[in-house]
DNA sequence: CTGTTAGCGCTTTCAG
DNA sequence: CTGAAAGCGCTAACAG
């Protein structure tokens, strides 16, 4: 089945069916329904690698993300998503939509590089890369030479929630103003010692977070011990929890945990409350992220909320140049303080 | 930079690198050193249209999921693509690889049948439909449809969590018996009156956890009301939300609430506090699933635990005809009942 | 507005 | 074990 078919049983030639397929070329409107009608009897379905090589592109976009289990990048890749389907209509058959393809590095630095090659070889029309980056300076060269030579070679390149590089249009997300603003909401209501549980060591976000917090404890004359309660793990729950034991270890007389994201502080929750501690009434605990349970967790979850949705439908705008680059071709996402029951004065008693 | 200039600079023909790069022919090993040598050099990757039109096989593999914001799918969807990658070695430009692409219909029955079309055309290589089915009688069959024409072209389909049809291995989910056994589990806590919230209607998944959970309110003599105390919504936690105030204004001595899933049941819980009442000591809640929150939740949730990560893993392997099908095409996975804090018998006073 | 004519870059018989 | 040659199905000038 192919378009010669279509084209013998339309009674035209194989042009013509290919024009009237992706509509970008003024054709007759008796001749277009002719082919339609011939399409749908033979039910007939483009060829996507011949009309890529054909054409030198391809309609797939891909989305990288670092782990799809976890609901902030499954929010950011839905958006993505979303922003390439819209004009999808009802016929099949016909062509022109982008197929966003979510592909699942795990954070680990060699799948993302080994899928960068895999959407370079299909030709991909746009990759957007999501979530914080690591750090490693190999690793970030690399990552960098790719992007430049998807660029190069006509692959829009979009970076979502990571630091800017050559040849990419970036969003970032504004995690050291976040994160700043959510010690300093700690540090109003009265906490000294306030427990940090960061991330993995190299990653963006992890130092872009910490960096903020850091800054609103030097600003209030806390640099003494702010190292010392400082504990890195993994952007998960468990990581979270055995800090969390860590941290009282260390300290215990603690009156705030902060948490880098918001699936972390459920594993200090977790923590706090099996060392039989009241939250907040014994220590305060803060995440980051607000992802769709926080604010359903008991107590409520204080959080720093990042526009997921939003940015990530932006990043596929600008992955299929429907949206304008920003100036300078770097965005920052805005966050915002929800101040919610997990946080509370400390206990006048400590 | 084409096979062509790889030829040339490795002084063999075009046919002797395609042979090299896929392996799947025997060629002299200082040849294939020579050729390797120039693909480093010249930073070769492949065109992966061009060979999938040469070869008429792309190395695509579809995921399609209902919803990837839901960690539901965010797992099953990471199991399946870490079944693809196993094998991807450092060197770039080599292929053989699968790129597993994650597509989200948003439960859409359209942008179900449009993503099939889509990866129909790209000649994929398999597609995974995860989730529940929508029973539609037209989109059930254009769906079959699809499938049989995509089986017949190559493509293996793979069915996970939702009903078996023809041309597909399908792993499906032990919905129906979950369901019973958790309702059970609350009966024999001493629950009468017991609130269903249940998902969409005319999905696979609402359907059989609903059986399931009448079927054992029938063991027990319970038909009667049994009907009025269910109500539908999305699987979303506003939903559960809702139907939580709506079951509480039909019956206001309700001591239980099963929900079709654990984001359900997250709502439901949310309501419940919000009108004063306790969990479980005026409430039992029960949900579905199992994700990673429901451990953490405050009372720990009940629920059927399903190895969402093992189902992925093997539709992935079956997806790469990796595993063998099999017997009858059909095998269902087993769910497991999590009994956990926030059921227990009901109050003697109501 | 429509047809003709070349390829796009790779795979794969078929010879050697 | 390697090369030559014939397409895979579609698109994009270029005429008409």
Chains 1, 2 share one sequence.
Do not use: W
């Not at 819209?86 to 799948?111: D, Q, W």
């Amino acid at each position: 089945m192919t378009l010669a078919d279509v084209a013998a049983r339309a009674r035209v030639s194989a042009a013509t069916v290919s024009r009237v397929l992706s509509g970008n070329y003024p054709v007759a409107e008796s001749t277009r329904a002719r082919v339609l009608r011939a399409v749908d009897e033979l039910e007939y379905v483009v060829n996507g690698p011949a009309s890529a090589l054909a054409a030198a592109t391809s309609d797939l976009v891909g989305v990288l993300v670092n782990d799809i289990a976890d609901p902030f990048f499954g929010i950011i890749a839905g958006a993505v998503q979303s922003e390439m389907g819209s004009a999808m209509g009802a016929e099949s058959g016909r062509h022109g939509e982008k197929l966003a393809v979510i592909c699942n590095t795990g954070g680990s630095p060699e799948r993302e590089l080994n899928y960068l090659t895999l959407l370079q070889r299909q030709r991909a029309a746009a990759v957007v890369l999501t979530g914080g980056a690591v750090e490693h300076p190999d690793h970030m060269a690399a990552v960098a030479a790719k992007a430049s030579r998807l660029a190069s070679s006509g692959t829009r390149v979009v970076l979502c929630g990571r630091p800017p590089i050559e040849d990419a249009v970036t969003l970032t997300f504004d995690n050291r103003g976040g994160a700043r603003r959510l010690t300093e909401h700690l540090l109003t209501l009265g906490h000294r010692r306030i427990g940090y549980v960061a991330g993995p060591a190299e990653r963006t976000t992890t130092r872009d977070r910490l960096e903020g917090h850091r800054a609103a404890m030097s600003a209030a004359g806390l640099d003494e011990g702010t190292q010392r309660l400082t504990v890195h793990g993994l952007y998960d729950r468990s990581s979270g929890y055995d800090a969390t034991l860590e941290l009282l270890r260390r300290d215990q007389a603690l009156t705030a945990i902060v948490a880098a994201n918001d699936t972390i502080a459920l594993g200090v929750c977790a923590a706090l409350r099996d060392q039989g501690l009241r939250i907040p009434d014994d220590v305060s605990v803060a995440g980051f992220d607000d992802l769709p349970f926080s604010a359903d967790a008991v107590p409520a979850l204080t959080t720093v909320r990042l526009p997921l949705h939003e940015a990530g439908a932006r990043a596929g705008r600008l992955a299929l140049g429907r949206e304008p680059q920003p100036p300078g071709g770097v965005a920052m996402v805005r966050s915002e303080l929800m101040a919610r029951a997990s946080t509370a004065p400390p206990r006048a008693t400590k």
